[in-house]
């Protein structure tokens, strides 16, 4: 079957859904557009720098346009979308100063997300860094060179992972969180007490419980006013939620109240024809009915592959997001998927927890892994489990994310098999032994 695919954005998502929609439909004329002038670039590639993991930033590209060109999909480059009228299915777009129309059969929108904050007056102040595209990442690389102190605005992943860039880089660094801690979506704080105690003496200062309301410009420095304190510093790191980006959609597709595009488990939008995918949606919950907006690169590439089969019709659901995690800040693996128990509150359901620390090894008994289950009282499944550690415990992550979209119990989590070897492992694994502790 002969069909026009359009496909709005070339970051995981864009990308992904293009490759899948290409092997499910051999004849299908497949276009791309992309507003930046190249397609692939990896957001995190100012960490990836500042942390000398990658030289330059020509490296932090996943995909070029010529490799999705092999696949015989046209890529457009420069094509800024204006407006989409979904009567005609047609979209409109900006490439080199002219106006152009682009008539599709079926349309995925996968333009991702912003980092902007309406809620802060002088937050688009040019010493505030932001790093989603390749020319404001060129940008902030310079900022860090020419700046010594630095206020980092949000205290989530993103933000740790710049407080850890910066103090590499012997800057000196204050976060400042809303929250009363860091990576609350995703961890009960005594789990990470000794990542802060540890920022902490790398010369991190936290304000807690703070929220910036305005920034001033102030002979070259920046300063912070927060409902208690004033803050000032050189340069800032905008690390706050992101939003997606989505201002030329027609008023016929629905959006959830915090502006992200309503899809039904299939990633179908209210409009025919029309689906989105990525930084553009909630995600449903693995773990409830509810779906939430999180900027995720694991959701956005399987949400692209899941949006492929149901083109024509719907055929597979997309199962949801655990919201799994995995970084190293301060010398810290630390890792997280599912539920906390901190918000547990917010679940019909009641749910327990396990914590317990192991030898990383048999023969390594300095090195540790402290490890936490959250599971239902009622049914024994497992609904979320943490890990910290100052050794690589980041792919077990990935076990017990599985675990939780499976249906596992602790029970059958006990008895999960694994590899033992004396060298590399202790005598249970920490995902085996978070399953043994239940009394």
């Not at 995190?44 to 996943?62: M, P, S, T, V």
């Not at 105690?197 to 991190?204: F, I, L, N």
Request: charged fraction near 20%.
């Amino acid at each position: 079957m002969f069909m026009h695919i359009v496909i709005v954005g070339g970051s995981f998502a864009g990308v992904t859904a293009a490759i899948r929609t290409r092997q499910n439909f051999k004849d299908a004329q497949i276009t791309l557009l992309e507003k930046q002038a190249q397609i692939g670039f990896i957001p995190g590639a100012l960490h990836a720098i500042l942390n000398k993991q990658i030289k330059r930033l020509e490296e932090a590209y996943f995909i070029s346009k010529e490799e999705l060109q092999e696949y015989g999909i046209t890529v457009i480059l420069n094509a800024e979308v204006q407006s989409l009228d979904s009567n005609q299915q047609q979209v409109t777009y900006q490439k080199t100063n002219q106006s152009k129309k682009i008539n599709y059969d079926k349309l995925i929108i996968a333009t991702g997300s912003v980092q902007s904050s309406y809620r802060i007056k002088g937050i688009q102040s040019h010493k505030i860094i932001t790093y989603k595209s390749v020319e404001e990442t060129k940008t902030a690389l310079a900022l860090v060179a020419q700046n010594h102190r630095f206020t980092i605005l949000g205290g989530g992943q993103v933000g740790v992972e710049m407080a850890d860039s910066l103090i590499r880089n012997k800057k000196k660094v204050q976060l400042v969180e809303s929250m009363n801690g860091i990576l609350v979506k995703y961890f009960d704080q005594e789990m990470l007490q000794p990542l802060i105690k540890e920022m902490k003496s790398r010369g991190v200062h936290f304000y807690f419980n703070e929220t910036v309301r305005e920034i001033e410009e102030i002979d070259e420095r920046l300063l912070f006013k927060t409902q208690n304190s004033e803050i000032t510093s050189d340069c800032a790191v905008f690390a706050l939620s992101v939003k997606p980006q989505i201002a030329y959609l027609d008023d016929q597709i629905r959006l959830h109240e915090d502006g992200a595009i309503y899809v039904d488990r299939y990633l179908k939008t209210s409009v025919e024809n029309i689906f989105a995918i990525g930084d553009a949606i909630q995600t449903p919950s693995s773990l409830s009915d509810e779906s939430f907006y999180i900027s995720l690169a694991n959701n956005a590439v399987r949400t692209g592959i899941v949006v492929a089969d149901n083109l024509l019709k719907p055929q597979t659901k997309f199962i949801g997001t655990a919201r799994t995690i995995g970084t190293k800040v301060f010398g810290y693996y630390i890792a997280s998927t599912g539920m906390t128990e901190t918000e547990s509150i917010f679940f019909d359901e009641k749910v327990a927890s396990i914590h317990m620390t192991q030898p990383a090894s048999l023969f390594n008994k300095q090195a540790t892994i402290s490890g936490k289950l959250i599971y239902s009282v009622e049914t024994g499944q497992v609904r979320g489990a943490q890990l910290i550690s100052q050794t690589n415990i980041l792919e077990k992550i990935n076990t017990l994310s599985l675990g939780i979209q499976m249906g596992i119990t602790i029970t059958e989590l006990a008895q999960k098999d694994y590899f033992f070897h004396s060298a590399w492992s202790p005598i249970y694994d920490v995902t085996n032994h978070l399953g043994l502790m239940k009394g």
